[in-house]
């Protein structure tokens, strides 16, 4: 069992996720401040509380997916582990609060967004001859035809750019 401090948090995404490959594993971060508002019983009105910045840390497939749906200033709803971290700045060692992501996301409160699964595949044969034999997903009754072909992820919807459509990533 894994003995971390999970956190939820909500709030707008501070930066542009950046993506980096170091090490074969891909990675992104990016920021988030979350503000809390307080009601102040002496003055009768709402208020600002301090602001808490996180810096949210995703690997793997994750890393991708928020790298591609995430921009600066999007909703977000971040799941993780909250930890310490200290960076160094002209004034010296500084601690920051850092999440490592097991879930990101657009905030729906705050408007609506598209899914679209990544479709896997594994070192198989891509070709359709050569799998003709496998046992592939439930034929498609909304009279739109797959992508990939009979191999596809039934869940999965048609990319946007018909470039995109069937590019595999790599786990």
């Known amino acids: 069992m894994r003995k971390a401090a999970t956190i939820t948090v909500t709030g707008w995404a501070g930066s542009t996720p950046r993506e980096v490959s170091g090490g074969g594993v891909p990675f992104t971060s990016f920021r988030i401040p979350v503000t809390e508002r307080r009601f102040d019983q002496r003055t009768q009105a709402w208020g600002d509380g301090p602001t808490e910045w996180y810096t949210v840390k995703a690997f793997r497939d994750l890393a991708l997916n928020v790298a591609e749906s995430i921009r600066k200033g999007d909703p977000v709803v971040v799941t993780g582990r909250l930890r310490t971290e200290v960076w160094q700045s002209d004034k010296g060692p500084q601690p920051g609060f850092v999440i490592d992501a ?70």
Do not use: I, Y
């Open 102 to 171: 097991d879930a990101v996301g657009h905030d729906l409160a705050w408007g609506a967004s598209s899914f679209r699964r990544r479709v896997h595949r594994s070192d198989a044969s891509e070709d359709p001859q050569e799998n003709a034999g496998q046992a592939g997903p439930p034929a498609r009754d909304d009279g739109m035809q797959d992508a990939a072909g009979p191999t596809a992820d039934p869940w999965a919807t048609p990319a946007a750019d018909p470039d995109e459509a069937g590019v595999p990533c790599t786990p």
